[in-house]
């Protein structure tokens, strides 16, 4: 292995998990209770990231619906129904399990970084059973900027105590590939989960399975 890089981090939904069916599960839990019609799951890719507060307002966009001033009320909803079902049909990527183990045999820092609160990052991790993997779990808590600002990028990398150019920045959208590219990270956009990027954004690699990584690690 290439030890060129002593890290690697990793966005979450999307990348490592496929999340949209049980998130879309809650939002349309959200949105039933409000007298909305449900989503379908084909629009789901338009949806996800951000959170549960910007998955809620991308819904309500979607319908052409104003929230009022009830979103505090809306995320509480929504993230009590997905506390209770947040893995009934989340899945793992192929591949995304051996990938962790190849790395973590091979001496790299794993480091996971998400807008998802992280409660729920954690119990995702541990129900996929692949929390071990992990030296560092970054999510949502409140008390930090979410992506794309570069505070939570820049946290993960501190606690992993490596330098940018020692890192890897691994995820599906612009709240990833963004960040790290302003941090100096080595950018990897993966393009089977459910972000897009803008033309302006150029990530260093494209990668269309999770295995691939390997191949970055080892040139």
Excluded: W
Aim: charged fraction near 25%; proline fraction near 4%; hydrophobic fraction near 35%.
């Amino acid at each position: 292995m290439n030890k060129k890089f002593k890290s690697i981090i990793f966005d979450l939904d999307g990348t490592l998990i496929d999340s949209g069916p049980d998130l879309l599960e809650a939002l349309n839990f959200v949105l039933e209770k409000n007298n909305l019609d449900r989503i379908d799951s084909k629009v789901i890719g338009n949806l996800v990231g951000g959170g549960a507060e910007a998955m809620i307002k991308k819904g309500y966009d979607y319908l052409g619906q104003k929230i009022d001033n009830n979103i505090p009320y809306l995320i509480e909803t929504f993230l009590s129904f997905y506390t209770k079902n947040c893995s009934v049909k989340t899945k793992l990527y192929q591949g995304t399990y051996d990938t962790l183990k190849n790395l973590k045999e091979n001496n790299f820092l794993i480091g996971l970084c998400t807008n998802k609160k992280q409660f729920l990052a954690e119990k995702i991790l541990k129900n996929l059973k692949i929390f071990p993997f992990f030296d560092f779990i970054l999510g949502s808590n409140g008390n930090i900027p979410l992506k794309p600002d570069i505070s939570m990028p820049k946290k993960c990398m501190k606690h992993l105590n490596t330098k940018n150019y020692e890192t890897i920045f691994v995820g599906d959208s612009e709240n990833d590939i963004s960040p790290s590219k302003k941090l100096g990270m080595l950018s990897v956009f993966v393009t089977y989960g459910y972000g897009k990027l803008n033309n302006a954004i150029k990530p260093d690699f494209e990668i269309d399975k999770i295995t691939e990584i390997l191949k970055i690690v080892n040139n």
